[in-house]
């Protein structure tokens, strides 16, 4: 079993940068693809970013961000990052981590949410002015 601990969410102006962070807990942190997902009050939760197992390294991106958001992982520390530039009001939302076990490598997925095994609280980010 993985535990995830999401964190660095907070409020930030339009056009601000902010780093989410998801740490895990648990063996073999390196054969799981991570997935970011996110949900905005009254709508459905959608799939960001995600981030392929160690062995490969693949990323994905949903069009809204693409070119504003950075998925990497750092395995050593078992936490993957999301690196969100440029932000927008409507990039609002509580963001979630996900693992995917994938020891054979393979292309992450951020449309099929119901692979994913393990979930994290979710942090809050928030962008006002």
């Known amino acids: 079993e993985v535990q995830l601990q999401a964190s660095g969410g907070g409020l930030v102006q339009p056009g601000g940068s902010l780093r989410v962070s998801c740490a895990a807990s648990?063996?073999?942190?390196?054969?799981?693809?991570i997935g970011w997902f996110r949900q905005a009050p009254g709508k459905q939760r959608e799939g960001v970013s995600c981030?392929?197992?160690?062995?490969?390294?693949?990323?994905s991106y949903v069009d809204s961000v693409q070119g504003r958001f950075i998925i990497s992982r750092d395995n050593a520390k078992n936490t993957v990052y999301l690196q969100m530039n440029n932000l927008k009001p409507e990039d609002t939302a509580v963001y979630y981590c996900a693992t995917d076990w994938r020891p054979f490598g393979g292309a992450c997925s951020i449309t099929e949410s119901g692979k994913y095994d393990f979930w994290g609280q979710g942090t809050e980010v928030t962008v006002s002015s």
């Open positions: 648990g063996d073999r942190f390196a054969d799981y693809a």
């Open positions: 981030i392929g197992a160690a062995s490969d390294g693949n990323t």
